[in-house]
């Protein structure tokens, strides 16, 4: 089992530049595709990116494609979200998400360890 903790998210006027950190213990995030998602009030859980443990290939969600960037540290054992001209309907808790998979998944039942989310809200 792997312990996932988020950090850096937080208040920012819409263009704004947010990096949040999802930082791992327990065990190594090498072999883990690494996946954030996130949720507004009133809303289901939405998959944000993804990163494949094997190539570090990624995928994004049409709406933050261009603008958010995942990558992962293996060394730190740490994954990033770089989210750039950030809008109102960012606005959301974002969550981390580690699975032992054999490709790149936007779907949350696929991910059997997540963290406790962290608020990112995006003022106009």
């Known amino acids: 089992q792997v312990q996932l903790v988020e950090s850096g998210g937080g208040l920012v006027q819409a263009g704004g530049s947010l990096r949040l950190a999802c930082a791992a213990s327990?065990?190594?995030?090498?072999?883990?595709?690494m996946a954030w998602f996130r949720q507004a009030p009133g809303k289901e859980r939405e998959f944000v990116a993804v990163i494949y443990w094997g190539d570090s290939s990624t995928l994004y969600a049409d709406s933050v494609r261009g603008r958010f960037t995942i990558s992962r540290d293996n060394a730190k054992n740490t994954v990033y979200l770089e989210m750039n001209r950030l809008k109102p309907e960012d606005t959301a808790v974002y969550y981390c998400?580690?699975?032992?998979?054999?490709?790149?998944?936007?779907?949350?039942?696929?991910?059997?360890?997540w963290g406790q989310g962290t608020q990112v809200t995006v003022s106009s």
């Open positions: 327990g065990r190594s995030l090498r072999t883990y595709t």
């Open positions: 998400a580690a699975g032992l998979l054999t490709a790149k998944s936007t779907s949350t039942n696929t991910y059997g360890n």
